[in-house]
């Protein structure tokens, strides 16, 4: 056949293929993933010198004994307050031109998880101490010591940073031992390393929001004696949903336009709000509001309702009736 034999069609063909795949299998998904994950409000972005420290931190290959992941199993609480989501991965910083921004997740657990070690190593002095010399901060140390990151001088200058060294570490150094910028970097890097907080679903402040609730009618659904369902979910969602119903990218999901909203499977629904919700690895997990906010059932409606009819949503509203039969069958099996 022609074909085979004719080198540039052989060759044309093989990149058109090869390219073709690389765009479906790694640069659509990326970009799609990159669109729906966003860094937490709450979260930090790296200052100028931490972002170099992270440099030194993959330079020096800390990756390969320390992970920065909080798995969702009981041995992994001890590394942060709540399991890691995707938006904790979310801020986009490339290394350079070339490379991604680098995750540094990790895969081997010699060393403590990093995660949240900001939090909890937050010296400078222990931090530069323990590059130099672990085992001159904790005594069976098996991290190796990164001397290379110092230098010895006679005089400390202004700005510099001398680390006070035991002289059982000193091994016949005579001078002064000074951090070099690379570490000041690192020791930066290290104590930016703590976790976001999550929002806890609490109700804020009572008197940022009107106190009395006035019942509304709601016209739809004829003129039930409702709560107002706009406060009750400010009070009571909008600190993870947020107030225009959009969630947070890779935390909290939307609930303009949810399937779990929109459906008329109010079981699911209710069953969400009084028990909470862990379905999905991608978001965060949603404890059990109603219950631990003491919601009736009256109040429950509203919420449902104003959810069912905001942003966009425009589903068919439900009855005080229909929650109650719902929230009452849920007291009686948790009872059980
Ligand atoms: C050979 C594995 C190994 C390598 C490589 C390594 N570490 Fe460690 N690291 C450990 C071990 C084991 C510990 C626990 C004992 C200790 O605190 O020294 C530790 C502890 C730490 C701690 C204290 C954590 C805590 O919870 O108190 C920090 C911070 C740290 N390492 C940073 C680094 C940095 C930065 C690098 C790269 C420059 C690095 N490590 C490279 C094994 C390693
Ligand atoms: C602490 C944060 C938080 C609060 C407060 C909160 N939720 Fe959630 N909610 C979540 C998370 C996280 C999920 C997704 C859980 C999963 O899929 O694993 C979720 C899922 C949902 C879903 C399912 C959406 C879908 O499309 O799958 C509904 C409906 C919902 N929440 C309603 C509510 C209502 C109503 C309130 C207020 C009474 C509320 N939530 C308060 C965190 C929260």
């Given at each position: 056949m022609n074909f085979f034999d004719n080198h540039k069609k052989l060759f044309i063909t093989a990149l058109a293929s090869f390219v073709g795949l690389t765009v479906i299998v790694a640069i659509l998904p990326a970009m799609n993933n990159q669109k729906n994950n966003a860094p937490l409000p709450n979260a930090v972005p790296l200052s100028e010198e931490a972002f170099l420290g992270k440099q030194s931190f993959i330079a020096n290959g800390c990756v390969s004994c320390h992970t920065q992941q909080v798995r969702?199993?009981?041995?992994?609480?001890?590394?942060?307050?709540r399991p890691g989501i995707a938006a904790d991965y979310?801020?986009?910083?490339?290394?350079?031109?070339?490379?991604?921004?680098?995750?540094?997740?990790?895969?081997?657990?010699?060393?403590?998880?990093?995660?949240n070690v900001g939090t909890r190593q937050g010296s400078q002095a222990w931090n530069l101490l323990h590059l130099y010399q672990p085992r001159a901060v904790v005594?069976?140390?098996?991290m190796p010591a990164y001397p290379w990151l110092f230098e010895v001088k006679n005089e400390v200058e202004p700005g510099e940073v001398e680390v006070i060294v035991p002289d059982a570490f000193r091994?016949?150094?005579n001078g002064k031992i000074i951090a070099k910028k690379e570490a000041l970097y690192l020791v930066a890097y290290l104590q930016s390393l703590k976790q976001a907080a999550l929002p806890d679903g609490k109700a804020p402040a009572?008197?940022?929001?009107?106190k009395e609730q006035k019942p509304v009618a709601d016209g739809k659904n004829g003129s039930l004696n409702l709560p107002d369902g706009e406060m009750l979910y400010v009070k009571n969602?909008?600190?993870?949903?947020q107030a225009n119903g959009?969630?947070?990218?890779?935390a909290f999901p939307p609930l303009k336009g949810s399937p779990v909203v929109m459906s008329d499977d109010l079981e699911l629904y209710v069953k969400i709000i009084?028990?909470?919700?862990?379905?999905?690895?991608?978001f965060a997990v949603m404890n059990a509001v109603g219950t631990d906010n003491k919601l009736s059932p009256e109040e429950v409606t509203a919420i449902i309702n104003y959810e069912k009819t905001s942003w966009g949503n425009n589903a068919k509203t439900v009855t005080p009736e229909e929650v109650k039969k719902i929230m009452d069958f849920i007291k009686l099996t948790a009872e059980k």
């Open positions: 969702n199993v009981d041995m992994d609480k001890v590394w942060g307050s979310a801020g986009i910083t490339r290394t350079d031109f070339w490379r991604n921004t680098a995750t540094l997740m990790g895969t081997e657990r010699t060393g403590p998880d990093l995660t005594e069976k140390s098996i091994k016949g150094v009572e008197f940022l929001y009107k969602c909008a600190s993870c949903h959009e969630g947070l990218k890779g009084m028990l909470g919700y862990d379905a999905r690895e991608e």
